[in-house]
């Protein structure tokens, strides 16, 4: 009996995976737009994150649909808009925290922990969403540093710490379109060690010369490279690019 309970179990294992591959291929082949839902929460549990959150609107996020946009067309996609994002409503519950030390195993067990908490935090939005963003906004006169954010491109879910203040909204966008991102498959282009950019994948313009200062930041580069040993963070949105790599791990180029 316990013999075929663990086939059962392992071929219902095995369907999800094949079902998830078939589906990040669909998605990547870019015959339709993809609906992004983002979801925030208050970190803190802070009264002015939460005030601040109360006046967040889609059109705070607009400017990264159009980014998206603007960057397709640098690359010739068939859509116009290959990015819709829908704001859902506050989710109260802060998702799991990945491990610390990123064993195997211990990774394995917090993505499962996330996608069931993903499946039971999603809010109905307007479309059924294909990727599901939960911004943790968090109040920056009591948080200086922010933890790393993270995104799985199983399931199509990410956990993303931002400043929850209207000084912080343009950052935020870069932030957040950087781990849309990783939800299509796109990796990090820096060096984890000291965050400086990768050369050439993580610059803006490989071939700039000379090549320093550049002048924007490839989006999953993180920076704009100043000079060999220094980096900034972009203003906004509209001083990155996605890099032809990137746009080769998500289906922009072929």
Same mark, same amino acid.
């Given at each position: 009996?316990? /013999?075929?309970? /663990?086939?059962i179990?392992?071929?219902?294992?095995? !369907?999800?995976? $094949?079902?998830?591959?078939?589906? %990040?291929?669909?998605?990547? !082949?870019?015959?339709h737009?993809?609906? $992004?839902?983002?979801?925030? $929460?208050n970190?803190?549990?802070?009264?002015?994150?939460g005030?601040?959150? +109360?006046?967040?609107?889609? %059109? %705070?996020?607009?400017?990264?649909?159009?980014?998206f946009?603007?960057? !397709?067309?640098?690359?010739?996609?068939?859509? +116009? /808009?290959?990015?819709?994002?829908?704001?859902?409503?506050?989710?109260?519950?802060?998702?799991?925290?990945?491990?610390?030390?990123?064993?195997?195993?211990?990774?394995?067990?917090?993505?499962?922990? &996330?996608?069931? &908490?993903?499946?039971?935090?999603?809010? #109905?939005?307007? =479309?059924?969403?294909?990727?599901?963003?939960?911004?943790?906004?968090?109040?920056?006169?009591?948080?200086?540093?922010?933890?790393?954010?993270?995104?799985?491109? #199983?399931?199509?879910?990410?956990?993303? @710490?931002?400043?929850?203040?209207?000084?912080? !909204?343009?950052?935020?966008?870069? $932030?957040?379109? *950087?781990?849309?991102?990783?939800?299509?498959?796109?990796?990090?282009?820096?060096?984890?060690?000291?965050?400086?950019?990768?050369?050439?994948?993580?610059?803006?313009?490989? %071939?700039?010369?000379?090549? *320093?200062?550049? @002048? &924007?930041?490839?989006?999953?580069?993180? +920076?704009?490279?100043?000079?060999?040993?220094e980096?900034? =963070?972009?203003?906004?949105?509209?001083?990155?690019?996605?890099?032809?790599?990137?746009?080769?791990?998500?289906?922009?180029l +072929?």
């Amino acid at each position: 009996m316990w /013999r075929k309970f /663990r086939i059962i179990i392992l071929l219902l294992i095995l !369907a999800t995976v $094949v079902q998830e591959v078939l589906l %990040d291929k669909a998605d990547l !082949a870019w015959k339709h737009n993809l609906y $992004v839902a983002v979801y925030p $929460v208050n970190a803190d549990a802070s009264e002015e994150v939460g005030a601040y959150l +109360r006046t967040l609107s889609r %059109d %705070d996020f607009e400017p990264m649909a159009e980014y998206f946009a603007e960057e !397709a067309a640098s690359y010739r996609l068939a859509l +116009r /808009r290959p990015i819709e994002v829908q704001l859902g409503a506050i989710v109260s519950e802060l998702p799991p925290e990945p491990p610390k030390n990123g064993g195997i195993l211990s990774t394995m067990l917090w993505s499962l922990k &996330f996608r069931l &908490f993903a499946w039971q935090n999603s809010p #109905k939005v307007n =479309i059924k969403p294909d990727i599901r963003l939960y911004l943790l906004y968090h109040d920056p006169e009591h948080n200086p540093v922010l933890g790393h954010s993270t995104a799985l491109n #199983k399931g199509r879910i990410g956990r993303v @710490n931002l400043y929850g203040a209207p000084a912080y !909204a343009k950052k935020n966008l870069v $932030v957040t379109a *950087h781990e849309l991102l990783h939800t299509l498959n796109a990796t990090d282009k820096y060096d984890l060690h000291n965050n400086l950019p990768s050369y050439p994948d993580g610059y803006a313009e490989p %071939d700039k010369i000379p090549l *320093h200062p550049q @002048n &924007f930041a490839e989006l999953m580069g993180g +920076r704009v490279p100043k000079s060999e040993a220094e980096a900034e =963070i972009p203003k906004s949105l509209k001083h990155t690019l996605i890099g032809e790599k990137s746009a080769r791990e998500i289906g922009w180029l +072929r």
